[in-house]
């Protein structure tokens, strides 16, 4: 059999981790081992009928046919109306493009405007894809770990540090999968004033968990806020969160005409437009009643809440309050140098979360990944019982290791600090 050659691009990436830690779990419980899969970032919820019935709607009406490779007017319009009513900015319908999700939406921008070398600058904790797809388009991806005293977030005066002349993108992702990070309306100001002394630089605006948020702070966007980023800000959104329609792959981006256009060519020459069928359905979600949107939240909120109570629970693990998205992103530094029953070491989270796998049946993806070792990620949208069940599993897990610094609790100084 002739060997497989990989192409430069697809040498640069691999399989994205979360897919890799829910693969490994799947692979598991088909050996016969249950398994509490806290890895993914999917809602348990259906899609709710009505946008069911829209799709089924649309495609009773013969709504079968390859649409405007950047989507239908009725889409972009709807998403206009959108940007209009939730986010009080204007954005006609030729600076709006349809995609296959809101990664697709990502990939498109990057393949329609990096050039070799050029940097993109990644906040971490990040979303594994973000750089992989700057790599596989050539780009340079720039990571910039935020600290757990920011609460993750990227500060003003790191963002002006990292600035080169060959930056091209800062992507900043609110809320943040995986830390629950929310920027508040002073941090988008402060980075605003920094952007503002570096125009050669755009902004990725990932906005997917938009709506899922459990503060009560500014709902204010950046680009009200900063009105003269527009003309260098992409928006990316979609449905796969607000209205649990993941696989649908439906997203979108709003931005520059000259950006979209972009986007545009690249994407008729690729994947053309997304499915017909999911665009009439995103256009009835965005059109119609959110009660959905409010209903999840809440549920996903009390998740969370329980999730928090049995964490601080746990001696040894601890974490910042998620303000958005759907997930916890744990601090396990105090655990690292433990040792398990069997004489094994816990070097690194990843060694931990392989031993929450093999050792507990609990499937969680290791921080090391996301760009911020020492952590890993718990999600909870997955079920009330299978976060239950996990959080048992994990306090088992945690209360079977031996520590260095057993009988000092993780907020005590040690002795070393006590000197
Ligand atoms: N951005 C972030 C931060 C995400 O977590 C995800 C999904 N995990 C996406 C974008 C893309 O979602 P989709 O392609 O389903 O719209």
Known sequence: MSKLILSERAARIGIAPNAAAKARAQALAESGRTVIELTSGEPDFDTPESIKDAAIAALAAGQTKYTAQAGTADLRNAISEKLARENGLSYPAAQIIAGNGGKHVIYNAFAATLRSGDEVIVPA?????????????????????????????????????????????????TPSNPSGAVYDADELLALAAVLSRHPHVW????????????????????????PDLADRTLIVNGGSKPFAMTGWRIGYGAGPVELIQAMTIVQSQSSSAPS?????????????????????????RERRDLLLAALSRIDGLSCVAPQGAFFAFVDCSALIGAITANGRTIRSDVDLVDFLLYEHGLAVVDGTSFGVPDHFRVSFVAGREAIVEGVTRLAAAVAALTRHDAGFSSSQPTLTEAV
Do not use: C
């Not at 605006?205 to 900063?226: C, K, N, P, V, W």
């Open 125 to 173: 904790p990040f979303w594994q894809s973000f750089p992989a797809m700057v790599s596989i388009n050539d780009g340079t991806p720039v990571l910039l770990a935020g600290l757990r005293e920011d609460g993750y977030k990227l500060t003003p005066a790191r963002l002006d540090a990292a600035i080169t002349p060959r930056t091209r993108w800062l992507i900043l992702n």
């Open 203 to 226: 902004v990725l605006l990932d906005e997917i968990y938009e709506h899922i948020r459990f503060d009560d702070g500014s709902r204010e966007h950046l680009l009200t806020l900063a």
């Open 276 to 300: 017909s069928i999911a665009q009439a359905a995103l256009a009835a979600a965005l059109r119609g009643d959110q009660r959905f949107v409010r209903d999840s939240v809440a549920a996903y």
